[in-house]
Protein backbone atom coordinates (compact mmCIF):
# COMPACT_ATOMS: atom_id res chain seq x y z
CA UNK A 1 0.00 0.00 0.00
CA UNK A 2 2.75 2.16 0.39
CA UNK A 3 4.46 1.89 -2.39
CA UNK A 4 1.21 2.69 -4.14
CA UNK A 5 0.80 5.79 -2.66
CA UNK A 6 3.50 7.06 -2.69
CA UNK A 7 6.12 5.34 -5.28
CA UNK A 8 8.68 4.87 -2.57
CA UNK A 9 9.73 0.79 -1.80
CA UNK A 10 10.17 -0.31 1.59
CA UNK A 11 11.69 -3.38 3.77
CA UNK A 12 10.60 -4.96 6.46
CA UNK A 13 13.55 -5.73 9.04
CA UNK A 14 12.44 -8.34 12.09
CA UNK A 15 15.52 -6.70 14.03
CA UNK A 16 18.36 -4.70 13.28
CA UNK A 17 20.35 -6.39 15.88
CA UNK A 18 23.43 -9.43 15.28
CA UNK A 19 25.58 -9.39 12.20
CA UNK A 20 23.33 -10.52 9.24
CA UNK A 21 20.62 -8.32 10.18
CA UNK A 22 22.58 -5.50 9.89
CA UNK A 23 24.57 -6.81 6.82
CA UNK A 24 21.19 -6.87 5.09
CA UNK A 25 20.14 -3.56 6.36
CA UNK A 26 23.53 -1.49 5.05
CA UNK A 27 23.57 -3.68 1.99
CA UNK A 28 19.87 -1.92 0.86
CA UNK A 29 20.82 1.45 1.84
CA UNK A 30 24.37 0.85 -0.29
CA UNK A 31 21.95 -0.53 -3.05
CA UNK A 32 19.46 2.47 -2.86
CA UNK A 33 22.04 4.82 -2.23
CA UNK A 34 24.65 3.94 -4.85
CA UNK A 35 27.41 4.56 -2.62
CA UNK A 36 29.80 2.51 -1.08
CA UNK A 37 29.50 1.30 2.17
CA UNK A 38 31.58 3.80 4.46
CA UNK A 39 34.96 2.86 5.87
CA UNK A 40 33.53 3.75 9.20
CA UNK A 41 30.99 1.23 8.76
CA UNK A 42 32.88 -1.50 7.37
CA UNK A 43 35.67 -0.88 10.22
CA UNK A 44 32.10 -1.46 12.96
CA UNK A 45 31.69 -4.45 10.78
CA UNK A 46 34.81 -6.09 11.56
CA UNK A 47 35.08 -5.15 15.32
CA UNK A 48 31.45 -7.06 15.65
CA UNK A 49 33.42 -10.09 13.95
CA UNK A 50 36.21 -9.55 16.44
CA UNK A 51 33.70 -9.61 19.33
CA UNK A 52 32.08 -12.41 18.21
CA UNK A 53 35.08 -14.77 17.87
CA UNK A 54 36.28 -13.84 21.28
CA UNK A 55 32.87 -13.87 23.00
CA UNK A 56 31.65 -16.70 21.67
CA UNK A 57 33.39 -18.75 24.80
CA UNK A 58 31.37 -16.79 27.40
CA UNK A 59 28.06 -17.49 25.46
CA UNK A 60 28.15 -20.90 24.09
CA UNK A 61 25.71 -23.35 26.29
CA UNK A 62 24.71 -20.64 28.95
CA UNK A 63 21.34 -20.46 29.45
CA UNK A 64 19.62 -17.26 29.37
CA UNK A 65 16.31 -16.34 30.80
CA UNK A 66 14.54 -12.99 29.00
CA UNK A 67 11.44 -11.10 30.06
CA UNK A 68 10.61 -8.13 27.51
CA UNK A 69 8.05 -6.83 25.28
CA UNK A 70 7.76 -8.80 21.94
CA UNK A 71 9.83 -7.15 19.57
CA UNK A 72 12.47 -6.67 21.70
CA UNK A 73 12.28 -10.33 23.30
CA UNK A 74 12.97 -11.35 19.58
CA UNK A 75 15.47 -9.42 19.03
CA UNK A 76 17.06 -10.17 22.48
CA UNK A 77 16.47 -13.88 21.94
CA UNK A 78 18.12 -14.53 18.42
CA UNK A 79 20.84 -12.54 19.24
CA UNK A 80 21.66 -14.76 22.33
CA UNK A 81 20.78 -18.03 20.39
CA UNK A 82 23.00 -16.34 17.25
CA UNK A 83 25.93 -16.26 19.94
CA UNK A 84 25.13 -20.15 20.81
CA UNK A 85 23.38 -19.49 24.32
CA UNK A 86 19.99 -21.46 25.19
CA UNK A 87 17.04 -19.14 25.38
CA UNK A 88 15.44 -20.97 29.02
CA UNK A 89 12.79 -18.69 29.67
CA UNK A 90 10.90 -15.95 27.72
CA UNK A 91 8.59 -14.21 28.91
CA UNK A 92 6.41 -11.01 27.75
CA UNK A 93 3.70 -9.29 28.19
CA UNK A 94 1.13 -10.30 25.20
CA UNK A 95 0.01 -12.57 22.66
CA UNK A 96 -1.20 -10.11 20.05
CA UNK A 97 2.69 -10.15 18.66
CA UNK A 98 3.43 -12.17 15.35
CA UNK A 99 7.07 -12.26 15.62
CA UNK A 100 6.47 -14.32 18.71
CA UNK A 101 6.83 -17.21 16.74
CA UNK A 102 9.91 -16.78 15.77
CA UNK A 103 11.40 -16.32 19.27
CA UNK A 104 13.88 -18.95 19.06
CA UNK A 105 12.83 -20.54 22.10
CA UNK A 106 11.19 -23.61 23.19
CA UNK A 107 7.70 -21.59 24.77
CA UNK A 108 7.01 -18.31 25.34
CA UNK A 109 5.34 -17.13 28.44
CA UNK A 110 2.38 -14.85 28.40
CA UNK A 111 3.42 -13.10 32.30
CA UNK A 112 5.33 -10.69 33.84
CA UNK A 113 8.29 -11.19 36.61
CA UNK A 114 7.06 -13.86 38.97
CA UNK A 115 6.59 -16.24 36.02
CA UNK A 116 10.24 -15.13 34.82
CA UNK A 117 11.75 -15.82 37.86
CA UNK A 118 10.09 -19.27 38.51
CA UNK A 119 11.20 -20.10 34.86
CA UNK A 120 15.04 -18.77 34.99
CA UNK A 121 16.11 -21.53 38.10
CA UNK A 122 19.22 -22.70 36.61
CA UNK A 123 19.96 -19.59 34.30
CA UNK A 124 23.13 -18.27 33.73
CA UNK A 125 22.26 -14.43 33.11
CA UNK A 126 18.51 -12.52 33.24
CA UNK A 127 17.87 -10.28 30.28
CA UNK A 128 15.06 -7.43 31.54
CA UNK A 129 14.43 -4.11 32.92
CA UNK A 130 15.44 -2.62 36.57
CA UNK A 131 12.28 -4.17 38.26
CA UNK A 132 14.17 -7.58 37.56
CA UNK A 133 16.93 -7.19 40.32
CA UNK A 134 15.01 -8.58 43.23
CA UNK A 135 14.63 -11.95 41.17
CA UNK A 136 17.94 -11.43 39.68
CA UNK A 137 19.07 -11.25 43.57
CA UNK A 138 17.08 -14.19 44.68
CA UNK A 139 18.07 -16.62 42.06
CA UNK A 140 21.76 -15.21 42.22
CA UNK A 141 22.45 -14.63 38.76
CA UNK A 142 23.53 -11.74 37.13
CA UNK A 143 21.01 -9.06 35.61
CA UNK A 144 21.81 -7.17 32.37
CA UNK A 145 19.64 -4.65 32.08
CA UNK A 146 17.67 -3.84 29.04
CA UNK A 147 14.36 -2.13 28.01
CA UNK A 148 11.91 0.10 29.65
CA UNK A 149 12.49 0.80 32.93
CA UNK A 150 16.50 1.20 34.09
CA UNK A 151 16.33 3.63 36.23
CA UNK A 152 19.15 1.95 38.09
CA UNK A 153 21.89 2.77 35.87
CA UNK A 154 22.88 5.67 34.60
CA UNK A 155 22.54 6.79 30.73
CA UNK A 156 21.08 3.67 29.80
CA UNK A 157 19.10 5.33 27.92
CA UNK A 158 21.96 5.93 24.97
CA UNK A 159 23.13 2.76 25.08
CA UNK A 160 22.86 1.16 21.51
CA UNK A 161 21.50 -2.16 20.77
CA UNK A 162 21.42 -2.71 17.04
CA UNK A 163 23.58 -2.36 13.83
CA UNK A 164 27.05 -3.58 14.09
CA UNK A 165 28.14 -1.03 17.57
CA UNK A 166 25.04 -1.24 19.66
CA UNK A 167 25.55 -5.42 18.85
CA UNK A 168 29.03 -5.52 19.76
CA UNK A 169 28.29 -3.53 22.53
CA UNK A 170 26.08 -5.97 23.85
CA UNK A 171 28.49 -8.77 23.56
CA UNK A 172 30.81 -6.63 25.21
CA UNK A 173 28.54 -5.90 28.55
CA UNK A 174 27.45 -9.40 28.61
CA UNK A 175 31.23 -11.28 28.37
Known sequence: ALLGLTGVPYVLFQSLTGLQDTDRFVSLLSS??????PAR??????????????????FGGK???????PDQLFQLAT????????IAAAVTTTDRSKILKKVPAV????????????LAV????????SHGRQASERLGI???????????????????????????????EVA
Open 32 to 37: ISGAAV
Open 142 to 172: PLMRIGFPVFDRLGSQHKLAILYQGTRDMIF
Open 107 to 118: SVQIGDLGDLES
Open 122 to 129: GADLLVTH
Open 79 to 86: FFAGLGSE
Open 41 to 58: VRRRRAQLQDAMLDGHFH
Open 63 to 69: KIAIAAE
